[in-house]
C-alpha cells in the first residue's frame, strides 16, 4: 500500500527511485559540482578577477543561455506567456513577502534591498535548464 502511494504522489515506483536519483546527480548536479571544483582550483592557483568575471556573466552568460533556450525550446507563445507571467507573480509575491517581514522586523533600508535582490532572483535557473533543456534532459523528466 505505501509503495503505491508513493508512485501517485511521486509518479515512479520506490524501485525506480534511486536510480533516478543517481541520473540526476550525474547528469545534473555533478557537472555543476565539477564546474564549481575546477573554478576553485583556478581561483587558487591562478587568482581570478570576480568582478569582471560576474559581469561577463551577467551581460553576456546569463542572457546567452536564456536566448539559446527561448530560440531552440518548441514551446508556443501561449506557453511563453503562461511562464513568464507565473514568474513576474511569484517575483512579485516573493518582494512583497520580503519587504513585510523586513518591515515588521525593523531591518536597515540597506539590507533591505540586499534581502530583496537574494530573494527575488532565484539561482534555481541554472538546475531547471539541465533539467529540461534539449540536449541536457533527463529521460525521466519528459514524461
Known sequence: M?????????????????????????????????????????QRRRGL????????????VIPAIIYFSIVSSQLTLADVGKV????????LLL???????ARFRKVATDRINAMLMTVIFLQFGQLRLAAAGPGLSIPWTQQ
Open 49 to 60: 578577477d570576480m568582478p569582471t568575471l560576474v559581469q561577463l556573466n551577467f551581460y553576456f
Open 2 to 42: 505505501m509503495q503505491f502511494a508513493w508512485s501517485l504522489v511521486c509518479g515512479v515506483s520506490l524501485v525506480e527511485l534511486p536510480a533516478q536519483w543517481l541520473q540526476t546527480f550525474y547528469f545534473v548536479v555533478g557537472p555543476m559540482l565539477m564546474l564549481m571544483g575546477l573554478g576553485y582550483l583556478i
Open 95 to 101: 518582494a512583497g513577502l520580503t519587504l513585510t517581514v
Open 84 to 91: 513568464f507571467s507565473f514568474h513576474i507573480t511569484l517575483m
